[in-house]
C-alpha cells in the first residue's frame, strides 16, 4: 500500500515536529515529505507502517497522537535519516554564518576575505575537513584534466576561465575563493533553499555570476533538469555513498544525465565520526561503472578524501 503523505492525517504537524531539531530547521518542508514517503514505501517498515496508520486514525487529536510508541518510533527513524543526508554536517556555530557573510560584504580586502570565508568553511563538518588540502585539491584537478583531454584548449585548463556545478554542495562553493579567476559561471545545488539563498548572496557578495537552485539527487525527476546545465566541470564531493545506500545503481544515471566535460568526485576515506577506515576497495564499483563506460579517469588520495577525475564520454 502506497501512501502520499500529504493527505496523511495531521501531516503538516508531522513534517514540523520532525524539523523541530536546530540541525534540521533549514531543510525544505518538501524534502521532508519525501523522506515520510519513502519511509511508507519501505517494506521493511510494513509492520510498523500499519501500527502507525492504526493509532493515527484512533487518535482524536494530534497531542493525543504525539504521546503514542508509534509517533516516537517515527519522528526517531525520519530525523536519524536526515541527519545522515544532512545534519550530521553541520557544526556548533553554524548560526554565525549570517553575521561572518555581513563582514564579508564590509571588508573588501583580500587578506580579510580570505579569512572571513576560512571561518564559514570551518562551519561545515566536509569543508572543513578539507580545509588542509583545498588548494592542492584544485590544483590536482585542472592538471588533470590537462593530461586526461584530447581537446588542445584543455591541456591550459589551468589557465581559462571554466563553467562549474557543485551538487550536492554544502558549504563548498565557498571554497570558490581558491579559484575565483577561473570560474565563468558556477551552478550549484543542494537540498535546503535557505542554504542555496545564503550562497546566492555570498556569490553576490565575491561578484561571481552563480546560479543556484535546490534540488534532491535522489529524486530522478529532477536529473532532466541537471541535463539543460551544460559544464565544463561537475563537483560531487562525498555525495554518491548516501545515494547509492538510498537508490542502488542510481550514480550511472546521474552521471550520464550531467551534461559536462569532467567530474570531479569524492569519497571520504574515513567514518563520520573519524575512528573508522573506508577501505579503497568499497570505491571499486565506480570504477568498475567508469570502465564499463569507457570514460577515463585518475585517482588521488588528498587528506582524508579519496578524488577521482572523470572525463565524460
Not at 592542492?136 to 581559462?160: C, P, Q, V, W
Not at 561578484?207 to 561537475?234: G, Q, T, W, Y
Not at 568526485?265 to 567514518?271: K, Q, Y
Request: some cysteine; aromatic content about 12%; proline content about 1%.
Amino acid at each position: 500500500m502506497e501512501l502520499n503523505t500529504m493527505k496523511l492525517k495531521y501531516s503538516a504537524e508531522l513534517v514540523q515536529d520532525i524539523k523541530d531539531k536546530k540541525e534540521l530547521r533549514t531543510l525544505d518542508e518538501d524534502f521532508i515529505i519525501q523522506k515520510l514517503d519513502v519511509f511508507f514505501v519501505d517494506k521493511s517498515h510494513e509492520l510498523n507502517k500499519k501500527r502507525f496508520l492504526d493509532k493515527l486514525e484512533k487518535s482524536k487529536t494530534y497531542k493525543q497522537f504525539t504521546k503514542s510508541k508509534e509517533y516516537k518510533f517515527l519522528i526517531k527513524e525520519i530525523r536519524a535519516e536526515l541527519r545522515r543526508v544532512y545534519g550530521v554536517f553541520i557544526l556548533e556555530g553554524y548560526n554565525k554564518r549570517e553575521s561572518l557573510l555581513k563582514e564579508l560584504e564590509e571588508d573588501a580586502s583580500s587578506e580579510g576575505r580570505t579569512e572571513i570565508c576560512t571561518k564559514l568553511l570551518n562551519l561545515h563538518k566536509s569543508t572543513k575537513e578539507r580545509m588542509d588540502h583545498y588548494e592542492e585539491l584544485y590544483t590536482t584537478i585542472f592538471d588533470t584534466i590537462g593530461r586526461l583531454s584530447d581537446d588542445k584548449t584543455d591541456k591550459n585548463a589551468t589557465d581559462k576561465k571554466m563553467t562549474f556545478m557543485d551538487l550536492a554542495c554544502g558549504m563548498n562553493p565557498i571554497s570558490s575563493i581558491f579559484f575565483r579567476e577561473k570560474i565563468k559561471k558556477y551552478y550549484a545545488s543542494d537540498i535546503s533553499t535557505e542554504d542555496c539563498e545564503f550562497l546566492k548572496r555570498y556569490f553576490d557578495t565575491t561578484d561571481i555570476d552563480a546560479v543556484l537552485f535546490p534540488l534532491d539527487l535522489v529524486d530522478e525527476r529532477n536529473f532532466p533538469k541537471l541535463s539543460k546545465i551544460k559544464v565544463d566541470m561537475c563537483f560531487i564531493f562525498k555525495t554518491l555513498d548516501g545515494l547509492e545506500r538510498v537508490k542502488r545503481d542510481i550514480t550511472e544515471r546521474l552521471l550520464q544525465s550531467i551534461s559536462t566535460g569532467y567530474f570531479a568526485i569524492t569519497f571520504p576515506t574515513l567514518s563520520i565520526g573519524g575512528k573508522r577506515e573506508i577501505k579503497e576497495h568499497r570505491r571499486l564499483w565506480l570504477e568498475r561503472l567508469l570502465e564499463r563506460l569507457k570514460w577515463r579517469y585518475e585517482k588521488f588520495t588528498l587528506g582524508s578524501e579519496l578524488l577521482y577525475i572523470v572525463k565524460k564520454g
